[in-house]
């Protein structure tokens, strides 16, 4: 299982950005937000520019805003390895099309509450399905233990579509709930991480590994 790791709770991005770098996380996750598919609004593009200076790892962009076509081309000018739109966002379709000729991973996120059966248009256009475990929006929040069952459903459809994409679950991960997520393809973790001195250590625990 693979670790990507978010910064969006970091209050120094910068040192935060170096430590991780010198740890085997697979990637460093972006969180993008508009102010207005979620509430808050992170740093402008222009801040993130310069990422490559702090780490050479590559990116995971989760793209959490209403018109993922505005920013694409921007954060496919980084390290990515991985773009992820929301399933409730707009052209989603056009998006993903977008990703594609980047020659970038297309992933598509799923909030809490809405149907997984929107995502079947999409199973056979996609890399990867990031499952949201908490409201989009902040981190430091709960794990929403109903994840686990979604997770299940959403690999009965990718299986029942005979497609290969994979399963990345965000929010509220910490070394217990990790244990639940076994057969899951990218954990994406903020806070368990950045809560300890020692980042290496909280990484190897989410692999279950210390
Ligand atoms: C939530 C973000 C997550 C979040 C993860 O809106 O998409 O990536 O920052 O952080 P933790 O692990 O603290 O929930
Ligand atoms: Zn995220």
Do not use: C, W
């Not at 969180?31 to 598919?37: A, I, N, R």
């Not at 222009?46 to 790892?57: G, R």
């Not at 929006?137 to 459903?153: A, L, W």
């Amino acid at each position: 299982m693979k670790v990507s790791v978010s910064y969006l709770t970091s209050n120094n991005v910068v040192e935060d950005l170096r430590k991780l770098n010198v740890t085997n996380v697979d990637f460093i996750h972006v969180d993008v937000m508009d102010g207005k598919f979620v509430k808050h609004k992170t740093e402008s593009f222009k801040q993130l520019k310069n990422i490559h200076k702090y780490t050479s790892k590559r990116l995971d962009v989760h793209l959490m805003v209403q018109k993922p076509l505005k920013y694409i081309d921007d954060y496919a000018t980084l390290n990515t390895e991985y773009i992820t739109i929301h399933v409730e966002s707009k052209d989603v379709d056009k998006a993903l099309n977008l990703i594609e000729s980047y020659g970038i991973k297309k992933g598509l996120s799923i909030k809490p509450d809405t149907d997984i059966n929107t995502l079947i248009p999409y199973l056979d256009k996609v890399d990867l399905i990031l499952v949201m475990a908490v409201q989009p929006g902040r981190g430091g929040q709960t794990f929403i233990e109903d994840t686990i069952t979604r997770i299940k459903q959403i690999k009965k459809l990718i299986k029942e579509h005979k497609v290969k994409v994979l399963i990345s679950v965000d929010g509220g991960i910490n070394e217990e709930i990790a244990k639940k997520l076994k057969d899951v393809d990218i954990l994406v973790s903020g806070s368990y991480v950045l809560s300890h001195e020692d980042y290496q250590y909280q990484i190897y625990k989410l692999r279950g590994k210390q």
